[in-house]
């Protein structure tokens, strides 16, 4: 069973203490120590020293490791909202479900994009810009009313790279490429389920800190239900 870095430094920090400890007690048990009983004593000692600043490094590397990986996913967090904003504004008025998906969603597919390739660019040939320009891609189409099915793998392999739930990944490609087959099929999640469920997961960009997108026009709690 795999333990946490963290557990395993306490772990081992214990059992220094519990060997220093085990030193000092042999010590003490003797009525009259000898003086090579104390040399071997400072000898067991300054081991466990060592190994203890080891241990110390260890940690202020780790922390600091840890920082800038925070730092890389603030960024990151802050370049994908940004990014999204702006092409949500200059798209006029989005469908509800598309605008929802790029809102909730896409920008943890920009995040990931740039985390997974550590390449925080949003240029055409990185791998977060050409997720961005599936993004673009995708409101061009939605405002034309005619959605490309050359979209649809893209998209669903997008939301995979983010863990979303295969199942709704699917009921929203439905609802975006098929629209006409929802009406004979139950099975499909509505608009508003798929919204309430992009919007109740837990984004990258939330645990980063990032501002949420707020848009001119967006829908209140009313609207939504």
């Known amino acids: 069973r795999r333990t946490s870095p963290r557990m395993d430094r306490l772990r081992r920090r214990q059992a220094l203490l519990r060997r220093v400890g085990a030193v000092v007690e042999d010590i003490a048990s003797?009525?009259?120590?000898?003086?090579?009983?104390?040399?071997?004593?400072?000898?067991?000692?300054?081991?466990?020293?060592?190994?203890?600043?080891?241990?110390?490094?260890?940690?202020?590397?780790?922390?600091?490791?840890?920082?800038?990986?925070?730092?890389?996913?603030?960024?990151?967090?802050?370049?994908?909202?940004?990014?999204?904003?702006?092409?949500?504004?200059?798209?006029?008025?989005?469908?509800?479900?598309?605008?929802?998906?790029?809102?909730?969603?896409?920008?943890?597919?920009?995040?990931?994009?740039?985390?997974?390739?550590?390449?925080?660019?949003?240029?055409?040939?990185?791998?977060?810009?050409?997720?961005?320009?599936?993004?673009?891609?995708?409101?061009?189409?939605?405002?034309?009313?005619?959605?490309?099915?050359?979209?649809?793998?893209?998209?669903?392999?997008?939301?995979?790279?983010?863990g979303h739930d295969p199942g709704d990944i699917d009921s929203l490609c439905v609802r975006l490429f098929e629209p006409d087959r929802t009406a004979d099929d139950d099975s499909i999640a509505s608009p508003t389920e798929l919204a309430v469920r992009l919007k109740n997961r837990n984004r990258i960009v939330d645990q980063a800190g990032a501002p949420a997108p707020t848009l001119p026009g967006a829908l209140n709690a009313a609207e939504e239900s």
């Open 30 to 162: 003797r009525p009259y120590p000898t003086a090579e009983v104390f040399r071997r004593a400072v000898g067991n000692i300054d081991t466990q020293l060592g190994e203890l600043q080891r241990l110390a490094a260890e940690g202020e590397r780790n922390q600091v490791q840890a920082a800038q990986e925070q730092e890389r996913l603030a960024f990151a967090a802050r370049q994908s909202t940004t990014a999204i904003q702006a092409l949500l504004r200059s798209a006029g008025k989005p469908s509800r479900l598309v605008r929802t998906l790029l809102e909730q969603a896409w920008s943890d597919v920009l995040v990931m994009a740039m985390l997974a390739s550590g390449n925080e660019d949003l240029g055409p040939d990185s791998p977060a810009g050409q997720r961005l320009e599936v993004a673009r891609q995708l409101l061009q189409a939605d405002a034309a009313r005619e959605l490309p099915l050359s979209l649809r793998p893209l998209i669903v392999d997008g939301l995979a790279s983010i």
